[in-house]
Every structure is written in C-alpha cells, then in structure tokens.
C-alpha cells in the first residue's frame, strides 16, 4: 500500500493536540512509505478504465472524462461534483483533501501535468502554501492543461486571485481576466 485516504475530523482543526495527532499520523505512515490524503478529507475518485475508484464519501461515481478537480473543502467538492454531474461533464479524477497533512494541490498539478487523461484542472484552495513548487502553479504553467483556480473569500491572509490566464495554445497571457474563450 502507497497511500492512505483518512476521512476522520479530529485533527489540526480541531487544535494543538489535533495539530500533534496529525503530525504523527504523517510521521507514521511515511516511515512506512506511504503518503496521505486528508485527514479531514471527503475523499478521492479516479474514473480511469483501469482503475474506477471511488474511495470518497460521493454517493456515486462521476461519468468518466478530462477534468482533474482537487478541492480543500469537502462541502465545496459535493456542490461541484453536483455541478458538473448536472453539466454532463466527466472527471478524470478527484480529490478533497481537508487538512492537506502530506499531500497538497502541488501533488496533484504535477500528477495531471504529466496525465495524458487529464485536459483541464480546477481548483479550489482554501491556501495556497508553496505556489511555485510544481509545473501546475502560476510560477511555471502546465504547456498542455489550462488551469483553473478559485479561493475561499473573506479572510485577509487569503492570496489574490491570480491576474491573468495563460492559453495552452500560444502560452502567453490572455486577458487580465479568464474567460472561457479559447486562447
């Protein structure tokens, strides 16, 4: 086994000796070899052919296709999961997940970039932690998947939004404004 979903709340949300339990949670499984998703998480789905999993709390599978969708929230990914669901739009996968103890967004964009699977990314980031670390982030954007990425309103710390799009087409920046034209 290379990985672990944890689902249970209980953890860094709910204070220092959540905060501790988390850190062990990490400190453990990677002694093993293993890396985490969660804690806090509402899980992940891969709709792949030769994979079809769904190890989330998602009442049923999303039609196959060529989005990647990671979400820190839990009630943000149901009501996207909803959304595209009624869109008839197919997911090549997703992910929710929650604390991010081990396994953040950056784990993902590096994942898609390299997923002939996956065409577009969305996102949505409650924080962003290292935005430049992957091929994903703004700093150095996927040549082949247009990225979209969202955060939560209302909190001062919370980065801007980013200022302009890059088509995968030409890789320049498109308008100050993304839009769902092509580029």
């Known amino acids: 086994m290379r990985g672990l979903v944890v689902l249970s709340a209980g953890y860094a949300e709910s204070g ?3 905060r501790e339990r988390q850190r062990e949670l990490v400190r453990q499984a990677r002694s093993y070899g293993m890396r985490i998703i969660g804690p806090n998480a509402f899980g992940i789905i891969n709709t792949a052919d030769d994979v079809r999993l769904n190890a989330s709390l998602a009442p049923q599978m999303p039609a196959a ?3 990647g969708l990671f979400t820190q929230s839990g009630a943000i990914g149901i009501a996207l999961l909803a959304g595209l669901h009624r869109r008839g739009a197919g997911l090549s996968s997703f992910i929710s997940a929650g604390n991010r103890a081990d396994v953040s967004g950056n784990d993902f ?3 898609w970039y390299d997923d002939p699977g996956t065409d577009v990314v969305l996102l949505y980031l409650e924080s962003i ?3 430049g670390s992957s091929p994903g982030s703004p700093a150095a954007p996927p040549p ?3 990225s979209w990425s969202s955060r939560a309103p209302g909190t001062a710390a919370a980065p801007r939004p980013a200022t302009g799009c890059r088509s995968p087409a030409s890789r320049t920046p498109r308008s100050p404004r993304c839009s769902a034209r092509p580029g």
């Open 65 to 67: 296709g060529r989005i």
């Open 144 to 146: 082949s998947s247009p």
């Open 16 to 18: 220092a000796a959540g």
């Open 129 to 131: 932690g290292n935005p």
């Open 109 to 111: 964009l590096q994942h």
